[in-house]
Structures are given as C-alpha cells and as structure tokens.
C-alpha cells in the first residue's frame, strides 16, 4: 500500500464476562485498511469478525468490553477520544450497512429522513431543503432507478437490495472515509448481490476505504483487494488476495478454499 | 384507495356488534325478573289493579309481538329516546347526557395521568435495564398491577380523608377533587403502560436499526427517543385506546368510592331499584362509545403506521 | 421411466384476482434414479414446488402422476397410503422438530406408521439408521435443543430415508449448516442414494453445491422454469440462466470473469401480465417477449429452454 | 423438556413464594370449616366492632362476625370461582382456536368474528345486562366472565396454530403419514400449551379482582355472603371509624393476585422460549386490564 493506511488497528482486544466465563471474542488484531482498497474479513459464523468492527466503532455492548489495543483513524486513536468526540466520528468519517438491509432501517421513517439524519447529526444547521438534491443525486450514484419516488417511500416498501443502497448512501452522503460492510450481501439474491458488490468496486475506485466483512470466498476473491482469515478472535492469515488463493498456509484457509468435490 | 376500503370493511364489521347490543339491551326489560307493566305502574305510584296494568299494557305496547316492540323500541332508541326514568321521571337521555362529562373529564385526566407518569418511568428503565432504578420500577409497576382500583380507591379516600382531612370524605363532581379519582384509575393502567412500554423498548434495541442510528453517531439516549419510543409507542396505542373505551364506560368502583357522580354511579343506582330504561339507555350508549372509540382507533392507527394500508 | 411427472402446474395463494402465481404452468418429469437439481433465487417458487410434487400444498391447476397413478385428487387419507415412498429433507432451522420429542420419537414416528414391529426392534432400527448418517445410538434419549446444526440436519436425513422411500425431495438440506459441514451433509446424501437407488429432487440456491451433486439442473424464476441443462456443466443458453450463472462468485480470483452483471437492475419484480416473466430485466428484451410467453421448447437434446430467442436446433 | 422447565421454575424464588401462597389459599378454602376460629355467619351485635383480641384474631365487623373467619370463607367464594370460570373459559376458548387455526377458511371467520365480538364489549357493561336481566348473583357473574373472556385464549390458541401449521416438524409429521389427530395432539397441542397456562394463570388474578370489584358495587355475590369484595362494600360507612374493616380484605385481594402475578410469569418465563410470545402474554395478560 503506497501511503499510510486510513485505518490501523493495533494487538485489539475485546473480551466478554459472561456468566460461564471469559469469552475472547476479539484476542489481538492487527489490521490496516488502505484508502481506495477493499480489505476482506472472512471467518466462520462466530469468528469475531463482526465484533471486530463493532469495536472499531467502540458500539460494544454490554457485557462486552474492549480491553487493550488502538485504533488509528486519519492519525487520530479513537481509543483515546471521549464518548462526545466518538459520536462526531461515527456516521461522518466511518460509516457501517449490515446484513438485513430491511431490518437496518426504521420502518416508521421515510428514506429522505433517514438520510438527513445521518447529516443532521453531525451538522444542527442543516436544514432538509438544501439537501434534498444532494440527497437525489447520491441515489442515482448507488444505482436507485427513480430518487424522487424511494426518498418518499418507507423501507418495507423496498427490496432487500434497494434498502442495501439505500444505506450505501447514508455512507456517501456524509462522504464517510471509511465504509464498514457487515456481510452485506449475504441475504440478498445472487444478482441483487453482484449489483451492490459492483456498487462497492464503484465506490472503492472513487477513494473510499473499505471493510468487507464475510464468510463467503467468491466474493472475496471477485471483490477484495486484501483479506485477513480471522479464526477465534486471531487472525491466522493474511495478505493480498491473489497471495493467499495462490498459496494458502493456515490449514483453515486450506478448508476453506477447498471446492465441493464428491467421492463418485 | 387501500386506506378507505379497509375503513369501510371495519364500518361493516360494527352492524353484527350493534345488532346484538340493542337485542341485549331489548330483551333486559322483557326477560328481567319484574314484569315490566307492574314495575312502571309501581314507579308511578298507581296500585297495580287489572284495569290499569291492562291499560299499561296498552300504551308500552307490551301486547304486540315481540319483533313488532323490538322494533319500535329501535326506531324510539335510535334518536336516543329510551322512555323515562322510573327515578327521576325525566327523560333517560336527558340524565345520562347531564352525567357524561363527569365521566369524560375523569377518563381523561386518568389516562393522561398513567401516559405522564409511566411513559418517563418505562424510559427510564428501558435505558439503565438492570440497574436498581429499573429493579424499582419494575417492582412498583408490578405492585402498581395487582392493587385493585377500588380498594387503592378506599385506601386513598381514608388516607386523604380520614387522616389528613385534606378531601371532604363525600364529595360531588367539582373538578378541584378529581385528582384522587383520576390517581386511582391511572395506577392501574399507568402500571400496565410502564410495564408493556419496558419490554417494547428493551425488544426494540435489539434491532439492526438502532444500530444503524448509533452507527450514524447517536447517543443512545437520543436513538432509543427518536427511534425506539415511536415503534414502541405504536403498539401501546391501541392499549390506550381500549383502556380509555372501558373509562368512559364509567367506572363504576372509583365513582361510587368518590362519590363522583358519572354515569356508572347512575348506572348501577338505577340498577338497585330497576330503573330499566336508564340501563337500556346506558347500555346503548355505551357501546355506541365503546365502538365509535374502536373505530378511531383503527382509522388513527393506519395513519400512524404506515405499514398498515400497505398489506 | 420417470417416478413423478407434472404438467401445467399451477399454485395461486390468496384468492385475489388477477391470481399471482407462486408457481405457474409447471411440466416436469424426473427420472427414476436421478439427482435433479432445482435452482432459483428466492421468491422463484421452487420450494413450493418441491412441496406440491408431495401434496403437502394444495395444487391450483394441474396433474401430478407418482409411479404412474394420477395422485392429484387424492385425499388426505389416500396419500397417507403412498406417503412412505416419497419423503422430504428439510432445511433443519430451529423448527425442524417438535420440541417435546426425542430423536427416537422423531425417527421412529415414520416407522410407527408403516412398520408393524416391537420396541427394542424400532430401536435397532433407528440406530441403524442413525450410524448411517455418521451419528450413534446414544442421541436417541436426546431432544432436539440439545443437538448442533450439523447434528440436527442429519437426524431430518434419518428421519426422511428410514422407510427407504423411492423418491426424496430435499429443500434447500444444506443452506442452514456451516461451511465446513455442507460436504459431508451432501456426501452422505450420496453415499445413502448409491446404496438404496433413491431419485432426489435436490433444491438449493447454492450454485457451487448444486453443480457438484446433480445430474440435470432446472432454473426457475418467479415460478416458471426458465431453462433444464442436460447435464449439471452443459453451457447455458437462456439469458436469465446466464446471468444467474455469471453472478455466481468462483471462489478464485484468477478467474476474474469481467462481465458479473447480465440483466437490468432496476425492473420492478412484479410478475408482468402478459409475456415473457424475465421481460423486465433482460438485456434482449424484444417486442415479441413483451406480448406472447415463450412455452418450454427444446432446443437441444434433452435441453429445454423457455426464451423466443432461441429456436429449436433439431 | 419437562425436567428443564420444573429447573428453571425452581429457581425463580417470585415464582415459589408465589406457589406457596396458592397452595396455602387453596389448603385454607378445603378445609375452612376446621380451621376458621368462628362461623363467619354468626351475628352477635354484643361483640360489634371490637379489635383484634384472643378470641377474634382479626376483630369482629359491624354485625359482630369474625373477620378472619369471614376471609377464610372468601377464599373459597373468589379462588374457586376464580379457578371454575378459568376453566371453562380455556375448555370454551382452546379448541376453538385450534379449529379456528388448523381449519381456516369460512369456520375460522365465524369463529373470529365471534371472537370480535366478545372483545369489544366491556366487561362492565355486560355484568349491568346481565345482573338486570336475572339479578345479581355470584353465579349470573360468573357468565359475564364465560361470555367474554375466551376469546383472547381462542386468539392465542389460533395464531400459533397457524404459526405451528408453517413449522417443518408439522409437515414432515403430515409426510410421515400420521393421521391428522394424531398431528393435532401429539404435534400442534403441546406447543400451543405454554404461552395458555401462563396466561391463565395472569387470568385467575384478573377473575379475583373483578370479582371483588363487581361484588363490592353490588352487582356480584350479595350480603351476607363471606366475599372478599361484599366486605369491603360493608365497610365503607366506617371507614373513618374502623378502617381496619376495609384494610383486611383489600390486603388479602392484593396477596392473592401478587401470588398468582408472580407465579404466572413464573410460569412465562419458564415455559416460553420465545421472547415475543412471552411479552404477548405479559402485555394482555396483566390484572386490572
């Protein structure tokens, strides 16, 4: 990566004190993500990957707790900065979709809500008038056919892949420098999902750094610039994608990246 | 459009439920223990002889086939003509329309009194869950459920009353002493609220939206306001609003305590002396109330929650 | 030749008009001894399919024929006759079994109602059957809470195969179970199908799975079928296949295929009046796919394709 | 499954205390002959109105009859008919529902429409009808109770049949080739059974308190019946001489709807696995409403 990475995470740890015990969920990450990169998480169900990005956000909650670790954002260790300074961080420069598009948003608030909210937050002065062209040409950016009738329309009136746009652009709208996708397209269709994986390529290419958190290596290997294999809380590989296809070392990665193949 | 077809089919849905009401309320002053002739004869002082209970028979109609009163009656009760009180010889719509706004004045405040105090209290134990603020509401809103109206009612009355003299222990219907009335009949509700809201809120952070909401760099105080309340609040409206249908019906306990005379204390007065027609005439009433307040109900609803019209 | 044939089948829900058909005009006939492969995204009706061939959903319009007898108006009672010939592998989610009963309960309730045999006999049964799906006897005193997805999955195999039913309809039996155990889900599939000669009806959304399982694939979207390959790797040659296919990630990054996005977006999903149901989204779209819907033609042998582009090559 | 649903019960000592004041009432109606100190219904106006002493534990009422006495024999009035009416209500309102669920179509609408109606009249409202049609009587109450409070059990029962009927274990039963009896008992019933005994439990509470509520205005058991709410009524022109006439009854209606209160949410959080059905039950299932 030729200049420094927009995001650095340092040996993180966050560990849960449940009733049975410590449960190491996140045990000390090392991770960059470079600007104008797609950098892949991948991992079973239940491998801390998506622990690992509610950390970078500092969204634990309880009995959750972060333990040791930095997080370097724009030369900033959001570690160090108060929960005041954190809000003002979250929404503006790191921005997050999950992975039910349609259970994301409140389903009592039109999208153009939705969207002024997340600059709202950051800016009291706005006021959603100004905004609303702004609003229609960052729909048009993420593919959404006619702004005008989905920035009227309530989220149970979208698809599964509109409503994943619909938050793609709550990240653009703030023009986040980070983008945190929680396996954003494991429960839409195969087409729906190769859609907004070339909506990601599209916003990879305009500069946005991004996370793509997954258990799924196709689209790993079809969308991610680096991946980090990430098993209970470590991760146990990494490097650029063409490396570890080319020569897996883990044994997990190995399991893994083995095709179907049937003993006839 | 979607919204008004699903009004209508709810309109057609109310004839079956009024048809019955009025069947119930017909059939109480021909199945009821006295026989009505007598009974009217006696609340007009006349000695029941042969002649007169004939000749009353005779203008109530009473010697008619039944469908044939029945439907008399309806076309009478249609305009809120439900004959006079054997009591008070006035016309029955009269009395019970002079008593309404006693009862209205006394649903209102109780409701707004158990939303005031247990919207804030269910909030509260929503966002500290498991702190010992919200092991205390929880504890008082569980006690709050189980005192019943009427005995907190009696408790109230002797505590203000008897002991500390502030509230005259027989009092009318002056708004200066609503607030013991209203406080007893919002505990209950206001118990329920608090408890039912709680679990809304504490259902409603698990999902991906608030999430989303402290992702986008809420508090969470402000996201569990801005978005919690409202889902939460959603399905508790319709909880109000059949809480506040069985207020106006008049609760009997709290008026007759309080001596708040409303139409259940007048209800339930006519009742000990058989004054039938002020009980067809309460009965009617208050179901057309308790109905109309349904149908609101609904119709508010679909525009609250716009994912009504749609399925 | 073919253990259950369908034609013209149709499933309407709801009774609002003009009907939306979950599955419509259906003609299928799965050979005995076979694998087929269903594949669709979601909402393509497949599922409901694989119910209606076992009459566990009501079928609007069409006939069903299992092994040569026309089992369409059958009545409740009727199929429970046949019922143990055909049997269905559920997905295994959290409602796969009835939370009060113990795997030996779950297994021995086929065999309660079609095999006249003492107890301790129904338990070397059900261990048997157990072991051969890679579990042993002692889950049989267990409940279903206690069992691990994996584990789960294969008590619904055994309880599907234990009556050795001749054809076996498996909906999506692989798409609830972690990565690292769908292989050997689906190689005791296979080692149970070689042993007993069963016919699997195998539906998934999972293209990686179906192609290395299945001998024929059927493609269906929004309840018609778009397409049957002859074989799990023939070439595809409807569009709506082809951009199923393409969009279909291959777990290697060398093989960057260029072109991932075969269709257009934004076509709204209601199933269109009148024409071709893919009308909407294909990038070949022409007037004639517009105003007549494309029957089921065969193109090549055994290659059935339901697109006016594509002339029969006979 | 049992053994974990009696462990879970068992731990939940609200729930025990709760149980154990259940039984404790129920011991005390069987065999409130032996052990009430005095015949509730003797009048002896030479011993009115004392405090509580040796021979009168809890004092003696306007009528000189033994409060505690009086209380014991509420039990039976209030907790039998209680339990009675609960009963019927769910052997009314349980199959219903199941038929209302696995049937569907034309008998689910009649059966629902019923359902509608019941739930739209107030209780209250009924009870003046009914009382003025036969005349006011614990047992005329007891219909007001029958009449309208089913259908909420029918609704439940109703919903998760239909949810029951998706499930995969239905289906594989019906593919198994069970008869359709045999689905409904061994497969639909048990999993409907769970979110119904914690509701009526909450139920019973609720049936207690109306039943005080609807005897203390007159409209439900009559004088001199031993009922907890007759007493209250009685009490009320001496509450500012003897208010201890009013406290004692009010507290025994209060010990016993908390007892059943904790125990039925004992019970719900034991028996239902599914935290939204479980807040169905607690939201409609509270006393007062």
Known sequence: MSETPVLQIRSLKTYFYTKNGVVKAVDGVDLDVGKGRITALVGGSGSGKSMLSMSVMNLVEKPGRIIDGQVWLNGRDLRTLSEKELKDVRGKEIAMIFQEPTSAMNPVLKVKNHLFEAVHTHDKKLRMRDKLDEFRDVLLRVGLGNPDKILESYPFELSGGMCQRVMVAMGIVTNASVLIADEPTSSLDLTTQAAILEELLRLKDAGMAIVLITHDLGVVAQTADDMYVIKDGKVIESGPVCDVFASPQQAYTKFLMEPIALLR | ?311 | MNIIEVNGLCKAYGNARPRNYAVFDVSLGIRKGEILGLVGESGCGKSTLGKLLLKLEKPTKGRITFEGTDITDYSFNEMRKIRNNMQIIFQGSSNAFNPFYTVRQIIGEPLNNYCRITNDDMDTKITAMLEKVGLGGEYLGRYSSELSGGQRQRVGIARALVLNPKFVVCDEAISSVDYALKKQILQILYDLKKQNSFTYLFISHDIEAVKAVCDRVVVMYLGNIMEILPHADSKALHPYTKALLAAALTADPAVKSKKKILFKEEGNLEIPGKGCVFQSRCLYAQKQCMSESPGLAEIQDGHYAACHLLQPEL | MVRNILRKLLHNKAAMSGLAVILLLVFAGIFAERISPHDPYKVDLAVKLLGPSARYPLGTDQLGRCILSRLIYGTRTSLYTAMTVTLVILAIGVPLGIIAGYIGGAVDNMIMRLADIASTFPSSLLALAIVGIFGPSLYNLMLVFIFLWWAPFARMVRSSVIKLKETEFVMAAEAAGSRRISIILKHIFPNTLSPIIAYATLRIAAVIVHIAGFSFIGLGSQPPTADWGVMLNDGRQYISSYPMLLIWPGLMIVVVVLAFNLFGEGLNDALIPSSEERAIVKETGGANV
Do not use: C
Request: net charge positive; aromatic share 10%.
């Open chain 2, 1 to 311: 459009m979607k919204r008004f077809k699903l009004i209508v089919k709810r309109v057609v849905q109310i004839v079956p439920i009024l048809l019955i009401v009025t069947l119930l309320a017909f059939f109480l002053s021909n199945v009821s223990s006295g026989d009505v002739a007598t009974v009217t004869l006696q609340s007009r002082g006349v000695q029941p002889t042969e002649q007169n209970l004939a000749a009353v028979r005779e203008e109530l109609g009473l010697n008619a086939p039944l469908p044939v009163q029945y439907i008399n009656w309806l076309k009478k009760a249609v305009q809120f003509d439900f004959g006079i009180s054997f009591q008070t010889h006035k016309p029955v719509s009269e009395e019970i329309f002079a008593r309404f706004p006693a009862t209205l004045k006394l649903a209102l405040a109780a409701t707004l009194m158990s939303l005031v105090f247990s919207i804030p209290l269910a909030l509260l134990s929503a966002r500290y869950k498991d702190s010992t603020a919200d092991h205390t509401i929880r504890i008082l809103s569980s006690v709050g459920a189980t005192i019943p109206d009427f005995w907190l009612g009696l408790m109230l009355l002797y505590l203000f009353g008897v002991v500390l003299k502030i509230v005259p222990v027989i009092s009318g219907s002056k708004l200066s002493n609503i607030f013991l009335p209203a406080f007893t009949l919002s505990v209950a509700y206001g118990a329920t609220y608090v408890r039912v809201l709680r679990s809304n809120l504490i259902e409603v952070r698990r999902f991906d939206y608030m999430k989303a909401a402290r992702a986008r760099g809420l508090g969470e105080g402000k996201a569990l306001a801005k978005h919690g309340l409202k889902n939460a609040l959603l399905p508790m409206v319709t909880l109000i609003g059949i809480n506040f249908g069985k207020l106006l019906s008049g609760q009997i306990a709290t008026e007759t305590i309080f001596s708040w005379n409303g139409i259940g204390k007048f209800a339930v007065d006519s009742m000990k002396v058989k004054d039938l027609p002020v009980i067809q005439g309460y009965i009617m009433i208050v179901s057309i109330t308790y109905i109309a307040i349904n149908l609101i109900l609904d119709i508010l609803y679909m525009y609250i929650d716009p994912r009504i019209q749609s399925d």
